[in-house]
């Protein structure tokens, strides 16, 4: 009898658990919504250990969230680039590092499971890593699977056009 209770016990627990996990990111997301973007990051902070029990979609509204609230922490809002403001602190630096990061596993989650982020949030996504890309690569290239389905053909062609003239 001691088992069956025990069994039943931890079965709540885990259950319960589940529910916790996301309670903290819909109150995260409160904190975003509401430009208190501090108190957001201390939670999405605190989720990161639990990825694993979220599904695609919350993996997706995790990592738009926690990339958005970097980014917004960097000073900077969607449509406005950092170099509006000159050069960026280390901080700064240091959460539009993350916020790329961030906001690249949305975009992958997105990617392999279309339809987990909202569509305003895909704009949000885009514009912020083009203006991120900046940083790495100099310009706001931000590939996509169209670019370079493109270029791959072009490139055939030509090889195909220098095989003939040999």
Known sequence: MRWILAIVLCAACLGGVGCTYVSDLERAQHHFQANQHERALALLRVLENDLD????????????LRGMTDYRLSGNEPGRPAADKGEPSAIEKSYRFHARYWLGVANAVEKETPGSLRSEWKANVAAALRDLNQDVF??????????ESESDADGDADDDAAAGDT
């Open 138 to 147: 100099g310009v706001g290239v931000f590939w996509d699977e169209e670019d």
């Open 53 to 64: 029990s979220f599904g695609p979609e919350q993996k997706a509204t995790y990592a738009y």
